[in-house]
């Protein structure tokens, strides 16, 4: 056993405070019987960490799995999303197949979800689609109505139509799909080629707009709707959709909506597929230049984010179990050693730790007669023991019992281990 290194407060008898530790004693000691016991509660440090043991290795368990996952999930991250209308999501609200057929065909798809980026990918001879998305600002207006880009608008909102259409086209939102297909009823070639659809109408040409060209009819407003503007490179052309559903992969196969999707957006080589973010602030600018909104932080920042979030609500449920190791503090006023030393007392005998209190009398004790002894602190218990015994006159297994033995039962045997310890510090003398 090692000598008393560490000292926690003893209860009783004005004793100084004293935790004492205790090992195995040496090989071939006449205490072999002696208990490695550590704090004097009858646990062993061996004990103590497979104890420990036993209550962590399902929490980091499922945390390695979870990580595990994690992992896993970060290399074979999939390729698509889920945003509705995406050129990459494979769902039936995406439009994956018809990105896919025009990538095929030669056209060039560029996916973005800043107007910024929109606006500097947008030039003269390329086709800009918008995606229904969240209410834009009116800057952001203001910027996509200003493309020099062929315009391409998929049930946007009253504001951008009537901004990109210069006023010649509004909405008359609420109508509809019909129960049936609907021919074109107008001249362009891409609504011959795809004949007969059943669009939902929501588009009218404004009084007075003569260059307006309405397709598919029906009740007074027209699920397709084109403007001639001039741009900086010549006329482009303002397309509105009311029912986006044409592109998406749950319909792109019904009637002709595949032939209406891949004529309105193959026109040009280029296709500049534009899906709005909800957090997006920016207008017009450099392509990659960060906005006031999520343009800030790179892509990965959500995920990390939330798994930041995971880690630590994990580490407050599992630190909450319990309070922690005791800290030693400073007291704030000054308190005499004997009302501190009752104090104590009274909280280890309410709680009734008489092994914590006896191990305190067991180390003053011994760190006591130790001194007087000249044993230094590296000794182990056997040495101590012997020391003692040859001191007091007493012999090792008697000395052994009162130093090291097992933790009192019943308050009585605390109070007369304290007298037994007093006795034998009493018979002990400097050498």
Do not use: K
């Not at 973005?112 to 947008?122: I, K, L, N």
Request: charge should be negative; proline fraction near 7%; aromatic fraction near 4%.
């Amino acid at each position: 056993m090692t000598a008393p290194t560490q000292t926690t407060p003893g209860p009783t008898q004005g004793r100084s405070q004293g935790t004492v530790q205790a090992a195995t004693p040496g090989v071939g000691s006449p205490d072999a019987v002696l208990s490695p016991v550590v704090t004097g509660d009858g646990t062993t440090g061996r004990g103590r960490t497979a104890d420990r043991w036993r209550r962590a290795r399902w929490t980091l368990l499922v945390l390695g799995v979870l990580a595990l996952v994690v992992a896993v999930l970060a290399v074979q991250r999939p390729v698509t999303s889920a945003t509705p209308y995406a050129p990459d999501n494979a769902q039936p609200n995406g439009a994956r197949a018809v990105a896919q057929v025009l990538g095929r065909q030669g056209v060039e798809v560029r996916h973005v979800t800043r107007v910024a980026d929109a606006v500097a990918a947008a030039g003269a001879g390329t086709t800009l689609l918008v995606t229904p998305g969240s209410l834009l600002l009116p800057e952001q207006v203001d910027a996509l109505a200003g493309v020099d880009a062929d315009l391409v608008l998929l049930g946007a909102d009253d504001e951008l139509v009537h901004a990109a259409t210069d006023g010649a086209v509004s909405r008359t939102p609420g109508a509809a799909a019909p129960a049936f297909a609907v021919e074109p009823s107008c001249d362009l070639p891409l609504a011959t080629r795809a004949g007969a659809l059943a669009l939902a109408p929501g588009l009218r040409a404004e009084p007075g707009a003569t260059d307006v060209t309405l397709c598919w009819p029906v009740d007074g407003s027209a699920a397709l709707a084109r403007v001639e503007l001039p741009g900086s490179a010549g006329g482009r052309f303002v397309t509105a959709v009311d029912d986006p559903s044409f592109v998406t992969n749950g319909t792109v196969l019904d009637d002709g909506d595949a032939a209406l999707a891949l004529g309105l957006l193959g026109a040009q080589e280029t296709l500049v597929w534009l899906v709005p973010d909800p957090l997006d602030t920016s207008s017009t600018g450099e392509a990659g230049a960060p906005s006031a909104g999520a343009g800030i932080l790179p892509p990965w920042a959500g995920v990390v984010g939330l798994w930041a979030l995971l880690v630590v609500l994990v580490a407050a449920v599992w630190r909450a179990r319990r309070l922690g190791p005791l800290v030693a503090e400073e007291l704030p006023v000054v308190v005499r050693a004997a009302e501190t030393t009752r104090g104590r007392g009274r909280l280890y005998r309410r709680a009734r730790s008489r092994g914590h209190a006896a191990a305190g009398l067991r180390a003053a004790t011994a760190e006591t007669v130790a001194r007087r002894l000249g044993v230094p602190r590296s000794a182990d218990a056997t040495a101590l023991t012997d020391a003692v015994a040859r001191a007091s006159g007493r012999s090792a297994h008697d000395v052994a019992d009162l130093l090291y033995g097992p933790p009192p039962h019943d308050d009585d045997a605390l109070t007369e281990l304290a007298r037994r310890l007093d006795t034998l510090e009493s018979e002990v003398h400097r050498s």
